[in-house]
């Protein structure tokens, strides 16, 4: 396992706990391909957070534009819901 002392680092991780939280809930579900926000919000377990800000994923879906379906699979579920999460960069605290 590679561990850093980034700032980001955290918050990356938190982003691919949330793929991989969502590639799982998905994986044996018959919902694919998803054509429309209304489908995806329908189709997404409630309280699902994303740690960025503690957004649940229904929040992420009203970011999402035309562009971003269809949504083919789990996987690409989970990489265009986090590609809306904002990372913010926390400052070093002065000692």
């Given amino acids: 396992m590679i561990t850093t002392n980034h700032p980001l680092y955290e918050a990356l ?3 691919q706990d949330f793929k ?11 919902v694919f391909p998803i054509k429309s926000k ?3 919000a329908n189709a997404l377990p409630c309280g699902l957070s994303l740690p960025c800000g503690d957004i ?3 929040e992420l879906v009203k970011l999402m534009t035309d562009a971003d ?3 083919k699979n ?8 986090s590609n809306k999460c904002v990372i913010e960069k926390k400052e070093k605290e002065e000692i």
């Avoid at 991989?20 to 018959?30: H, N, S, T, V």
């Avoid at 789990?74 to 819901?81: G, M, Q, R, T």
Wanted: avoid cysteine.
């Fill in 38 to 40: 209304v489908e995806l």
């Fill in 74 to 81: 789990p996987e690409d579920l989970a990489i265009k819901l």
């Fill in 20 to 30: 991989l939280k969502i590639a799982e809930f998905f994986k044996d579900k018959d």
């Fill in 13 to 15: 991780k938190d982003i």
């Fill in 56 to 58: 649940e994923a229904g």
């Fill in 69 to 71: 379906f269809p949504i």
